[in-house]
């Protein structure tokens, strides 16, 4: 479904992401881990769209989308949730969800009165889905209003609201309380339930990675380092003196 072929990045001397070819099956969950600093966030961004390669392609359904800005390659059915959460702060938490409804079922619609006729089904929509994240008693609160972690959780429920294909997920249980990280792991795992989903996870907790990913892709210094099965990958010598000198891979997270 999606693939980058030789991805890259340049900014003046500096290579980020260095000839990264890669391909995402549906069904299946890859985590891309490394050290600090490995180009992680970059390659997202490229994928996304909010960053134009130096060289390479990105292709989704064999279709070359490397010149589509951002929103296009969002309505081909990419989806990101960001590393800092991406809200529409004076929003409530209900209308936050409802506007992501309205994007992805009214696009290309342009009558008036067809799209305040839709507006109930929006509105139950966006319900359904902060039920999935445990926010129905906050859908009136101002997005601003929330803690960290109910920030995160309404991020991902607007994502799920474009109902993508491919879901990249970009640390999404950073700056979360340990009592709040399983209700994120349980709606990713729901996802890859999906079959006909790709998802693509950044994480440093390597407990995480451990429980949800099919396949472990490594970047260190802009370049793929490994790329394979879980256990393979995190018991590779390489890829933990890329992480920690000696130490193993686990303590490096």
């Known amino acids: 479904m999606l693939e980058t072929r030789d991805?890259?990045?340049?900014?003046?001397?500096?290579?980020?992401?260095?000839?990264?070819?890669?391909?995402?099956a549906p069904g299946t969950l890859t985590a891309i881990v490394g050290p600090n600093g490995a180009g992680k966030t970059t390659y997202f961004n490229l994928i996304s769209g909010q960053l134009r390669a130096s060289a390479g392609r990105v292709l989704l359904d064999g279709a070359d989308i490397t010149a589509l800005p951002a929103p296009l390659r969002t309505r081909r059915g990419l989806g990101r949730a960001f590393q800092l959460t991406q809200l529409f702060p004076r929003l409530t938490v209900l209308e936050n969800v409802r506007l992501a409804v309205q994007a992805r079922r009214a696009a290309g619609r342009l009558h008036l009165a067809s799209i305040w006729s839709d507006h109930r089904d929006w509105t139950v929509r966006a319900e359904?889905?902060?039920a999935l994240?445990?926010?129905?008693?906050k859908r009136d609160a101002l997005a601003a209003a929330l803690p960290h972690g109910d920030q995160r959780k309404l991020e991902v429920a607007i994502l799920m609201a474009l109902e993508p294909r491919v879901y990249m997920f970009d640390e999404p249980t950073a700056g979360m309380s340990v009592d709040e990280v399983p209700v994120i792991l349980e709606l990713i795992r729901a996802l890859k339930g999906e079959r006909d989903k790709t998802i693509l996870l950044v994480e440093h907790k390597m407990d995480v990675v451990r429980e949800l990913a099919d396949r472990i892709v490594v970047l260190h210094n802009g370049r793929l380092m490994a790329d394979g099965?879980?256990?393979?990958?995190?018991a590779s010598p390489v890829v933990q003196q890329a992480y920690l000198?000696?130490?193993?891979?686990?303590e490096a997270a």
């Not at 991805?7 to 995402?24: E, M, P």
């Open 128 to 130: 359904e889905l902060l």
């Open 7 to 24: 991805l890259t990045i340049r900014f003046g001397g500096h290579v980020a992401v260095d000839r990264v070819s890669c391909r995402f």
């Open 245 to 250: 000198g000696r130490a193993p891979l686990e």
């Open 229 to 234: 099965a879980p256990a393979e990958v995190i």
């Open 133 to 137: 994240v445990r926010l129905t008693d």
